[in-house]
């Protein structure tokens, strides 16, 4: 596609629920990763991925937190048992991997988590 | 590890003035980029600027430049002829070999007509 592209753009769930967020990155970006932006904050890392795999997942706040890259395109993070503090924008960004270290990413809009 | 501060929550600015941003990051990098993200209400962040740390010479990109102080840590953005279309909140970011970007807690500006 054009841009990144975060599905759904909002979600309200109840607390102990189990969510899924999913990121379709700019076709062709091998490099992949997650952002969580509370409100009044920058965003932090979650999770980084360079293809398959997860290159770097040391953000992921616990294990309530997890996140795929099955064909190394689409990645999903899930969030099992969420609690209210689980409530901010998750940001999904991609870019080539000859750019990674000169930080050139392409942010999706994000979705805003809500547990209620 | 890196950390990136932005001290001042909000400013203001009337249009077609120019506006100064501040950013102070530590880092252990010896090489190592900064960024200006803009984040309008679409939540979108958008690159303004990049600046590689080894190069002397600010970045400029139209009416966005840095003044970039490597002693000093310091990184500030300034916009001239401010747009109403500039409103928005502005994060200052620092990466390095880690390929993580860190941000720092972010500006609103806002552009007065």
């Known amino acids: 596609g054009a841009g990144v592209s975060q599905t759904p753009s909002n979600k309200v769930t109840e607390k102990g629920k189990y969510v899924e967020l999913r990121c379709d990155p700019i076709s062709g970006h091998t490099a992949l990763y997650w952002y969580r932006q509370s409100l009044g904050q920058g965003p932090e890392f979650l999770i980084y991925?360079?293809?398959?795999?997860?290159?770097?997942d040391s953000g992921l706040p616990n294990d309530r937190f997890f996140a795929v890259r099955p064909e190394g395109s689409v990645s999903t993070l899930k969030i099992q048992r969420t609690e209210r503090g689980d409530s901010a924008v998750y940001l999904c960004?991609?870019?080539?991997?000859?750019?990674?270290?000169?930080?050139?990413?392409?942010f999706g809009e994000g979705s805003r988590l809500t547990v209620l | 590890a890196q950390t990136v501060t932005q001290s001042q929550p909000e400013m203001s600015v009337q249009e077609a003035e120019t506006v100064t941003l501040s950013c102070t990051y530590d880092t252990s990098e010896n090489n190592y980029y900064l960024f200006w993200y803009k984040q309008p209400p679409s939540r979108q962040m958008i690159l303004v600027i990049r600046?590689?740390?080894?190069?002397?010479q600010n970045a400029t990109e139209n009416r966005f430049s840095v003044n970039f102080q490597k002693a000093a840590k310091s990184f500030s953005l300034k916009i001239s002829d401010s747009q109403l279309g500039d409103t928005a909140m502005y994060f200052c970011a620092c990466t390095g070999a880690n390929s993580k970007l860190t941000f720092g807690k972010g500006i609103t500006l806002s552009v007065r007509p």
């Open positions: 991925f360079q293809g398959t795999g997860a290159a770097d």
């Open positions: 960004a991609s870019s080539l991997t000859r750019t990674l270290n000169t930080g050139e990413l392409f």
């Open positions: 600046q590689e740390a080894y190069k002397q």
